[in-house]
T-cell receptor
Framework: AQSVTQLDSQVPVFEEAPVELRCNYSSSVSVYLFWYVQYPNQGLQLLLKYLSGSTLVKGINGFEAEFNKSQTSFHLRKPSVHISDTAEYFC?????????????????FGQGTTLQVKP | EPEVTQTPSHQVTQMGQEVILRCVPISNHLYFYWYRQILGQKVEFLVSFYNNEISEKSEIFDDQFSVERPDGSNFTLKIRSTKLEDSAMYFCAIQLRTGELFFGEGSRLTVL
């Protein structure tokens, strides 16, 4: 069974400082990896994803993440955060799937990390 | 641009009542999902739906829950007899060809 661990429940950081949100996963098969952001009272929005290819993936709003297979990690980083980045961030994993099959591509989410950007 | 509309945005119900949450994806999709998020907790998988039938469900998705796509467009989640612990945000999602899930804005269910 898959699982996702987000090591930090809350990360306070000052505006314009760099940030890293940690994510580790466990799975017996190859996986796809995702980061989603949830702003207060809103739904989940995709930040970035790793499906294959380059292990460094870039997403929206200046975020990037690096897939490390040996460490089973997919940490999220941003070199300089803004007040508007304050939100809940969720790491998620799914089995590799193919369209046209009943093999579900469901996501398993981590507990979430609250990023609090202070002025 | 994908779009998933969920109704109602907020529903308050009495314990033991039936609730139906609706999801309308714009454009054709084959894979649908329901997730829930209890306040302050993580997003939990409930059920996946492919080709008009359930393809996978979690332990949370017991006999009180059901899903259907009655008219080929709306995708509904029904809770037959709500319990206090069913209070949560319920998110519908579709799977995009690019691999990720696209989520609706959610329906907040409050059970009193």
């Amino acid at each position: 069974a898959q699982s996702v661990t987000q090591l930090d429940s809350q990360v306070p950081v000052f505006e314009e400082a760099p940030v890293e949100l940690r994510c580790n996963y466990s799975s017996s098969v190859s996986v796809y990896l995702f980061w989603y952001v949830q702003y207060p009272n809103q739904g989940l929005q995709l930040l970035l994803k790793y499906l294959s290819g380059s292990t460094l993936v870039k997403g929206i709003n200046g975020f990037e993440a690096e897939f490390n297979k040996s460490q089973t990690s997919f940490h999220l980083r941003k070199p300089s955060v803004h007040i508007s980045d304050t939100a809940e961030y969720f790491c998620a994993v799914s089995d590799i799937w193919s369209r046209g099959s009943s093999n579900t591509g469901k996501l398993i989410f981590g507990q979430g990390t609250t990023l609090q950007v202070k002025p | 641009e994908p779009e998933v509309t969920q109704t109602p945005s907020h529903q308050v119900t009495q314990m033991g009542q039936e609730v139906i949450l609706r999801c309308v994806p714009i454009s054709n999709h084959l894979y649908f999902y329901w997730y829930r998020q209890i306040l302050g907790q993580k997003v939990e998988f409930l059920v996946s739906f492919y080709n008009n039938e359930i393809s996978e469900k979690s332990e949370i998705f017991d006999d009180q829950f059901s899903v259907e796509r009655p008219d080929g467009s709306n995708f509904t989640l029904k809770i037959r007899s709500t319990k206090l612990e069913d209070s949560a945000m319920y998110f519908c999602a579709i799977q995009l060809r690019t691999g990720e899930l696209f989520f609706g804005e959610g329906s907040r269910l409050t059970v009193l």
